[in-house]
């Protein structure tokens, strides 16, 4: 049985066949970037300024030395959030937050950082009069995701980033569900980091991610170490971008997002996003009527990200998953998704929900299979 690949929130399984080669060719001739003057270490150096400006572009920076690379969004969030709170300062966040951005505040909460978080509906959607009203002197940053890995549903960025810039606060956002589908320009939005990562949206290899800093913005390392200058300072070089990339680049995994992201641009991120979207909408319509099916999540209309999550009657979302995954052969993903106040709100904590997320490579066939096999499911529950 083929499988059915509908598990693309997690990561991209397929990727253009120019990322594969571009990795493989990397592994064949690469060598340690900054470490050498020879022709392997000089063309690592190169492939990685190369993919520094592209991705600076590509979301609207001004200075490639502003974007730093990173393992994932997990490690701009933590580097993003650990080193701009401090003691007495207050954040601001909301439910519908990975735990990618909660564990690390839920930290900072521990160091003496005060934390508001912004509630959400049933429908997983936010007030953003909250924002305003949770403001006090001491707040100094808003931590926001643009798209909630569980319901789809987008936060209005450019909304909140300008009641951040109006109150002088700074703006961290996380674009790990909507890099390299929705357009985003750090300062048309007024965000201060960005923070992404490279498996999802923007096709790239697992092991790759980054952060734009927004010039003046100062960030205190997550690590130390090698840098391949300064050898002899007792400290981590403070200039950007090395400040914050110590130790040897994933220069394998960066060649990939270098063609990922040149494979974005040259498919055009309008025609992957409106793929996608009629993939989703497909899904929605063909199940959203199903008895005994609940669909979490705002449909009421415009574009969301490519996520359908449900239920179906009390069923365990892990035993649907699994009956998916062997009957059907499609992959799915079911249970919390590291999104616990998410599911609070949505009232899943215990049963989860099981959550299909489509790519511009699925094909109508297998969206036609998964609307069946839920349509099938859900007769055998009743």
């Not at 909304?159 to 606060?169: E, F, N, P, S, T």
């Not at 996608?276 to 899904?283: R, S, T, V």
């Amino acid at each position: 049985m083929k499988m059915i690949y509908l598990d693309n929130a997690a990561t991209t399984m397929q990727k253009p066949k120019e990322v594969i080669q571009a990795v493989v060719t990397a592994m064949q001739s690469m060598g340690n970037a900054g470490r050498g003057a020879h022709s392997a270490s000089l063309e690592a150096s190169r492939t990685i300024y190369d993919t520094r400006e592209k991705l600076c572009h590509f979301f609207g920076g001004k200075d490639p030395r502003q974007l730093v690379f990173t393992c994932n969004s997990t490690e701009s969030l933590n580097t993003a959030i650990k080193g701009v709170l401090n003691p007495g300062d207050h954040v601001i966040t909301t439910m519908l937050e990975h735990n990618s951005v909660l564990r690390p505040l839920y930290e900072m909460e521990e160091r003496g950082v005060r934390l508001t978080i912004i509630e959400s509906d049933r429908k997983g959607l936010v007030e953003y009069e909250d924002f305003e009203r949770a403001i006090c002197p001491e707040t100094k940053a808003i931590v926001c995701t643009h798209g909630s890995n569980l319901t789809g549903n987008l936060v209005d960025i450019e909304r909140v980033g300008r009641i951040a810039k109006d109150h002088g606060l700074l703006f961290i956002v996380d674009a790990s569900q909507t890099a390299g589908v929705f357009p985003i320009d750090v300062e048309k939005m007024h965000i201060d980091i960005l923070c992404f990562t490279g498996h999802k949206g923007l096709l790239g290899p697992q092991g790759t991610g980054g952060m734009y800093v927004r010039e003046g913005v100062k960030v205190r390392p997550l690590k130390s170490g090698g840098s391949g200058v300064q050898t002899y300072s007792r400290t981590h070089p403070a200039q950007m971008p090395t400040s914050l990339e110590a130790g040897t680049m994933n220069g394998h995994g960066i060649a990939g997002l270098h063609a990922a992201v040149e494979y974005i641009e040259r498919t055009g991120i309008d025609n992957i996003r409106k793929r996608e979207q009629e993939c989703m909408w497909n899904f929605y319509n063909g199940v959203k009527d199903i008895p005994g099916v609940t669909v979490y999540g705002d449909f009421s209309g415009g574009e969301r990200c490519p996520i359908v999550s449900l239920n179906i009657g009390d069923y365990d979302s892990s035993e649907v998953g699994d009956e998916l995954l062997t009957e059907y052969g499609i992959s799915t993903r079911p249970g919390a998704h590291c999104a616990p106040l998410m599911h609070q709100a949505l009232g899943t904590v215990e049963q989860g929900a099981v959550r299909f997320s489509f790519s511009h490579y699925t094909t109508d066939e297998e969206v036609e299979t998964a609307i069946r096999a839920i349509r099938e499911l859900a007769q055998e529950e009743e």
